[in-house]
T-cell receptor, first 117, second 111 residues
Framework: GAVVSQHPSWVICKSGTSVKIECRSLDFQATTMFWYRQFPKQSLMLMATSNEGSKATYEQGVEKDKFLINHASLTLSTLTVTSAHPEDSSFYIC?????????????FGPGTRLTVT | TQLLEQSPQFLSIQEGENLTVYCNSSSVFSSLQWYRQEPGEGPVLLVTVVTGGEVKKLKRLTFQFGDARKDSSLHITAAQPGDTGLYLCAGEGTGFQKLVFGTGTRLLVSP
């Protein structure tokens, strides 16, 4: 159980275009979803936290107008990279949390590799 | 700001050797999780430890949570090439819903 999928698994886009990445919890309802960014050989950097039906909370230094997050349902969150530039190229990973209990566990998607040319 | 430092950053060993990875912080965490990540994939949860001093075993992997819930260790016995990957610890801070990830330890086990 606790499977999270991401789509697409990789995408190449031209500079200036927008790209949408989907994150779905397949067998559970996710009260909270998280979006991370990971650079080569580095750890995960949290970008934002999204709760279903409310606005996402962005980490310091993350441009909310550039990285649009929508958590429209308990099983789907989307990250849209707007006006992408080569420096936005990275590995984007989402995770989902099943409940607000503590200790909680996050289940991660397989990641999306974005390359901006 | 809560930080988790992992050591070593990189470890290259031969099959059959033992190793320990450390995850340290000056902050107290409600729980701590260990993940393994392979290239091009998302992290996979290995274990969650909650109680100070708690020890959990997962086959050849032994996880320990420090008594003060500020640090943790991962010990692998008789490492195998399949253990190769990036090991990440992550802590849940008191009152926070997000995880703080450690700096990561990259393990390479050669046959």
């Amino acid at each position: 159980g606790a499977v999270v999928s991401q789509h697409p698994s990789w995408v190449i886009c031209k500079s200036g275009t927008s790209v949408k990445i989907e994150c779905r919890s397949l067998d559970f309802q996710a009260t909270t979803m998280f979006w991370y960014r990971q650079f080569p050989k580095q750890s995960l950097m949290l970008m934002a936290t999204s709760n279903e039906g409310s606005k996402a909370t962005y980490e310091q230094g993350v441009e909310k107008d550039k990285f649009l997050i929508n958590h429209a349902s308990l099983t789907l969150s989307t990250l849209t990279v707007t006006s992408a530039h080569p420096e936005d190229s990275s590995f984007y990973i989402c995770s989902a949390r099943a409940s607000r209990r503590s200790p909680y566990e996050q289940y991660f998607g397989p990641g999306t590799r974005l390359t901006v040319t | 700001t809560q930080l988790l430092e992992q050591s070593p950053q990189f470890l290259s060993i031969q099959e059959g050797e033992n190793l320990t990875v450390y995850c340290n912080s000056s902050s107290v965490f409600s729980s701590l999780q260990w993940y393994r990540q392979e290239p091009g994939e998302g992290p996979v949860l290995l274990v969650t430890v909650v109680t100070g001093g708690e020890v959990k075993k997962l086959k050849r992997l032994t996880f320990q949570f420090g008594d003060a819930r500020k640090d943790s260790s991962l010990h692998i016995t008789a490492a195998q090439p399949g253990d190769t990957g990036l090991y990440l610890c992550a802590g849940e801070g008191t009152g926070f819903q997000k995880l703080v990830f450690g700096t990561g330890t990259r393990l390479l086990v050669s046959p």
